[in-house]
């Protein structure tokens, strides 16, 4: 399994640009959660899927940021316009419920370094 | 709402020394409990679990259990090597709903 997928793994930008974050969850998977991570706040929870549907996006820091989950294999987190402050580690997660009841520990991509200048 | 409480570190250790990170928890139900561990450059990932009061979970040498009575997880580990210097997050999981509640994570340093 190639575990979860992110890309791309470091991306600079400047102030005002455009920023999308991409995520291959694990296949089967039917949890999707975006998390960001910094020395100040350390790891917030952003935003999370339940197939494919945004179930808690309280933790989207402002309307700059948006995410979407067109499909069960594929969700982007964007940022327009891109601020310095908006500068870190970006972590998308996947899970799953077994038999349908039982809720698992989640599966962590390697993050996105994001830097904006 | 639920909460994770985790000692504050950083913790630097020698190397053989014993390893104890306290964390404690506050949730409605019963909660499954977890360890991750993040080194550095990575992703966070599963270091161990249990799912219900008075369960042990255990991985690679390190140990948990699920105190329901003190509310409490904590991690340990009785002989610490540098290879285990990383960050330790506790984290729960509450079966009304689908997101976990982390902890604020532990710094842990192993020196030679």
């Known amino acids: 399994d190639a575990g979860v997928i992110q890309s791309p793994r470091h991306e600079v930008t400047e102030m005002g640009q455009e920023v999308t974050l991409r995520c291959k969850p694990i296949?089967?998977?039917?949890?999707l959660f975006w998390y960001r991570q910094t020395m100040m706040r350390g790891l917030e929870l952003l935003i999370y899927?339940?197939?494919?549907?945004?179930?808690?996006d309280s933790g989207m820091p402002e309307d700059r940021f948006s995410a979407k989950m067109p499909n069960a294999s594929f969700s982007t987190l964007k940022i327009q316009p891109s601020e310095p402050r908006d500068s870190a580690v970006y972590f998308c997660?996947?899970?799953?419920?077994?038999?349908?009841?039982?809720?698992?520990?989640?599966?962590f991509g390697p993050g996105t370094r994001l830097t904006v200048l | 709402g639920d909460s994770v409480t985790q000692m504050e570190g950083p913790v630097t250790l020698s190397e053989e020394a014993f390893l104890t990170i306290n964390c404690t928890y506050t949730?409605?139900?019963?909660?499954?409990l977890f360890w991750y561990v993040q080194y550095p450059g990575e992703g966070l990932q599963l270091l161990l679990k249990?799912?219900?009061?008075?369960d042990k979970g255990s991985n690679k040498g390190f140990e948990a259990t699920y105190r329901k009575e003190t509310t409490s997880f904590h991690l340990e580990k009785g002989s610490v090597q540098v290879s285990d210097s990383a960050v330790y997050f506790c984290?729960?999981?509450?079966?009304?709903?689908?997101?976990?509640?982390f902890g604020d994570g532990t710094t842990l340093t192993v020196k030679p």
């Open positions: 997660a996947s899970s799953f419920r077994s038999g349908g009841l039982t809720y698992n520990e989640q599966f």
């Open positions: 296949s089967g998977h039917d949890y």
């Open positions: 899927f339940n197939n494919n549907v945004p179930i808690d």
């Open positions: 949730a409605t139900g019963y909660p499954s």
């Open positions: 249990a799912t219900k009061a008075d």
């Open positions: 984290a729960l999981l509450n079966t009304n709903a689908g997101k976990s509640t």
